[in-house]
């Protein structure tokens, strides 16, 4: 249900946007500058956490994972996504993606049992690094490279 309510927000948000993005352009070719406006692909995305599992133990670690980062403060500025890779000797190959660079990365074993206490230690770690990207995209300002080069 929580993950409706949050598909429904967005879209609703993307059809009031609709409007204002035709005014812009209309304002723009009238001879006036158009407002500078923030990609709105990314503010309708801020804070989700996207699911690229497979197998029930990836959607378990996934749904624990996708609880415990909803409760952190600043998580709703970040959308990230979580990435499983089945193995048949090591049982599943887990990974967290923001900004497409890796910040968690862990092999779990084909037992479940502790799946739940790994996917919360998965969220500080995540988050950390996640915070760590942001604040060097912050201090270093390269003009010769993209802000996804850096």
Known sequence: ?????????????????????????????????????????????????????????????????????????????????VHERPTAIRGSEMWVEYDDKRVFHVFLSPARAAVKEISRKAVDIAFRNVMDIDVERLMVQQTDLGPEEI
Do not use: C
Not at 25 to 43: C, F, L, N, V, Y
């Open 1 to 81: 249900m929580r993950r409706s309510h949050h598909l429904a927000a967005g879209l609703l948000a993307l059809a009031a946007a609709q409007p204002a993005f035709g005014q812009a352009g209309a304002r723009a070719e009238a001879g006036k500058p158009a407002r500078t406006q923030a990609r709105p692909s990314q503010d309708l995305l801020a804070g989700s956490v996207l699911n690229r599992t497979i197998t029930v133990m990836g959607r378990e670690f996934y749904q624990y994972f996708a609880a415990a980062w909803r409760d952190k403060d600043a998580a709703g500025r970040y959308s990230i996504s």
